[in-house]
């Protein structure tokens, strides 16, 4: 299994500018999610998704879409970039584990510059 | 609403020595308690988790974490720490294991 994948690893946007973050997993998880990470902040939930079709927002939501399609893909959309989305995002995937709760498996992330 | 402190930014140990890094909690339900690790350029790796039962949990690497409620806190230790252990660690409560709430992180140094 190639476990959890993300595009692309890098990328710099000008202000204003779209674009799609991917996320891939191959394991067959209902439960996806999307986090940003800045410095002195951790980790905060952005949106996530129990099923294809159905998403929902975390934390963080504004500024960001999603939408999922099928099991494997979660892609997270940026509309209009903003100086303030500079980050590195991280996908997640997460199973049921047997005596209950639920184990996340994070992408290696991707490296977001918006000028 | 949920919350997760780590009072400790940067912590330096020497190699060798013991560690605890501090996770202190705010949930309203039963917590779902994870520690991941950091290093420079990567991805989050788990370390441990708590779900229920003992509330002493043994993880990778060596790391050990202990649950008390009474101090809503799940403190990190190893006993003997290596200069590969140096990275950056963050403490996580999420609903049953989802929708996780990250502290801030801890930056552990380790000198020789």
């Known amino acids: 299994n190639a476990g959890v994948t993300q595009t692309p690893k890098f990328q710099v946007l000008k202000t204003g500018q779209s674009m799609t973050l991917q996320c891939a997993q191959d394991?067959?998880?209902?439960?996806m999610s999307w986090y940003r990470q800045d410095p002195g902040m951790g980790l905060r939930l952005i949106h996530y998704?129990?099923?294809?079709?159905?998403?929902d927002q975390g934390e963080v939501p504004n500024g960001y879409n999603v939408s999922r399609s099928t099991t494997e893909d979660f892609p997270l959309r940026l509309l209009s970039a903003a100086p303030s989305q500079t980050s590195v995002y991280f996908c997640?995937?997460?199973?049921?584990?047997?005596?209950?709760?639920?184990?996340?498996?994070f992408g290696p992330g991707t490296r977001l510059t918006v000028l | 609403a949920q919350s997760v402190t780590q009072p400790d930014i940067h912590i330096t140990v020497s190699e060798g020595a013991s560690l605890e890094l501090r996770c202190n909690y705010s949930?309203?339900?039963?917590?779902?308690l994870f520690w991941y690790v950091q290093s420079p350029g990567q991805g989050l790796q788990l370390l441990l988790k708590?779900?229920?039962?003992?509330?002493l949990v043994q993880g990778i690497k060596g790391f050990e974490a202990e649950f008390k409620r009474s101090q809503s806190s799940f403190n990190l230790r190893k006993p003997s720490v290596h200069w590969s252990d140096a990275a950056e660690y963050f403490c996580?409560?999420?609903?049953?294991?989802?929708?996780?709430?990250f502290g801030a992180g801890t930056i552990l140094r380790v000198k020789s």
């Open positions: 949930y309203g339900a039963t917590p779902y």
């Open positions: 997640a995937s997460s199973y049921p584990l047997a005596g209950g709760g639920n184990e996340q498996f």
């Open positions: 708590y779900f229920s039962g003992d509330t």
């Open positions: 998704s129990v099923g294809a079709g159905i998403t």
């Open positions: 996580a409560v999420g609903e049953y294991g989802n929708k996780l709430v």
């Open positions: 394991m067959n998880h209902e439960y």
